[in-house]
């Protein structure tokens, strides 16, 4: 079993600042890339971030102002969003791309959301 556990969300103003973290454990052989998506209201999901072989790529909305980062070790990613405006607005999805004992090929895996709310 595996879970990915994502924490850091919240309520913040125009121009704040958040830190968004994703943890995945459980019986993990290997990860090869991680990464945050999110999705508002009546629209779809897109991605935000990844990262893969120390290869990170971001959306064109977010380039600038968001950071993400790896603990390989940890089997961790974290988000860094500075700058936050409104159309920031969405629950964050942390994703995994991983292989456990039971698998003969990645899988991808999504934790349950965290909140990301801006006010103007």
């Known amino acids: 079993q595996v879970d990915l556990v994502e924490s850091g969300g919240g309520l913040v103003q125009a121009g704040g600042s958040l830190k968004l973290s994703c943890v995945a454990s459980?019986?993990?052989?290997?990860?090869?890339?991680m990464g945050w998506y999110r999705q508002a209201p009546g629209k779809q999901r897109e991605l935000v971030a990844t990262t893969t072989s120390g290869v990170t790529n971001y959306a064109d909305s977010v380039k600038g102002r968001f950071t993400i980062s790896r603990d390989i070790a940890r089997n961790s990613i974290d988000l860094q969003m500075n700058s936050l405006k409104p159309d920031d607005t969405a629950v964050y999805y942390c994703?995994?791309?991983?292989?456990?004992?039971?698998?003969?090929?990645?899988?991808?895996?999504w934790g349950q959301g965290t909140q990301v709310t801006v006010s103007s």
């Open positions: 459980g019986t993990i052989s290997g990860i090869n890339g």
């Open positions: 994703y995994a791309d991983l292989r456990t004992p039971f698998s003969t090929s990645w899988v991808g895996y």
